[in-house]
């Protein structure tokens, strides 16, 4: 038994699928943030922003609900691997148009945390998931009859 859990790999189809299908949403945000930012509109600090990197967060928590929603192994790594690849296509995105611009790029320990901080966040989602067929579970298995 230890050795077929240990042999279990990622369903890749999954996590690209939920990443991206979650870009839909996180591109513009991320695009907005920058945007208020770097025109001065809002500041670093200020409630706006705080909340758009809310937004991101939850976002990347949302990638990992969805691909831990598509496979039924793993869901944990499922869902930290779809938040750190919806974070890596946003963040990709945002280095081209800073190499494109002509503007410094941030320091590439803020890439790394971010990344970090957004496959937790993708794994904090998968684990609703799982949460959510457990609850879903003792819902059916009371409904049929049975003793909870």
């Known amino acids: 038994m230890g050795r077929d859990v240990m042999n279990k790999k990622l369903d890749w189809s999954a996590i690209w699928k939920s990443a991206l299908s979650i870009c839909v949403f996180l591109l513009p945000v991320g695009i907005a943030q920058v945007v208020l930012v770097h025109d001065k509109t809002i500041d670093k600090g200020s409630a706006v922003n705080l909340l758009l990197f809310a937004a991101i967060l939850f976002l990347t928590a949302v990638a990992g609900f969805g691909a831990a929603r598509l496979v039924d192994h793993d869901l944990a790594q499922h869902g930290a691997a779809a938040g750190a690849l919806a974070y890596v296509l946003v963040q990709g995105a945002g280095v081209i148009h ?13 890439f790394i945390y971010l990344g970090l901080l957004s496959s937790t966040c993708g794994m904090l989602g998968a684990m609703l998931e799982r949460r959510q067929r457990r609850l879903s579970a003792l819902r059916h298995h009371v409904e049929s009859g049975g003793n909870p």
């Open 98 to 110: 800073h190499l494109i611009v002509g503007e410094s790029l941030q320091s590439p320990i803020s």
